[in-house]
Nanobody, 125 residues
Framework: QVQLVEFGGGLVQAGGSLRLSCAAS????????MGWFRQAPGKDREFVAA????????HYADSVKGRFTISRDNAKNTLYLQMNSLKPEDTAVYFC??????????????????WGQGTQVTVSS
């Protein structure tokens, strides 16, 4: 099993920046991809960004392209999401997720089955 714990949420003004971290532990050899998702009040959970656990490719939702950057530090078993130029509509609970399925699907079609508990990000106008 893989365990995920998110850190770094908080309150920030519009236009500001925030960096989220996700500490991963457990059977990390089974992880193929990692991602960030978010869920705003009254809305469905939506994809934000993804990257391979081993590899350089990244994939972003159109709504965050050019503003958010996903990265990881394999030595620290940590996934990051750098969020710049934040907007009030970015307000949501952000979740870290892991994909442990041994499929050949591209990064944009991975299925994430392991989730962290989430961290709140609030952007004030």
């Amino acid at each position: 099993q893989v365990q995920l714990v998110e850190f770094g949420g908080g309150l920030v003004q519009a236009g500001g920046s925030l960096r989220l971290s996700c500490a991963a532990s457990g059977r990390l050899f089974s992880v193929y991809a990692m991602g960030w998702f978010r869920q705003a009040p009254g809305k469905d959970r939506e994809f934000v960004a993804a990257t391979w656990w081993i590899g350089i490719d990244t994939h972003y939702a159109d709504s965050v392209k050019g503003r958010f950057t996903i990265s990881r530090d394999n030595a620290k078993n940590t996934l990051y999401l750098q969020m710049n130029s934040l907007k009030p509509e970015d307000t949501a609970v952000y979740f870290c997720a892991a994909d442990t399925s041994a499929s050949t699907r591209p990064l944009s079609e991975r299925t994430f089955s392991t989730w962290g508990q989430g961290t709140q990000v609030t952007v004030s106008s």
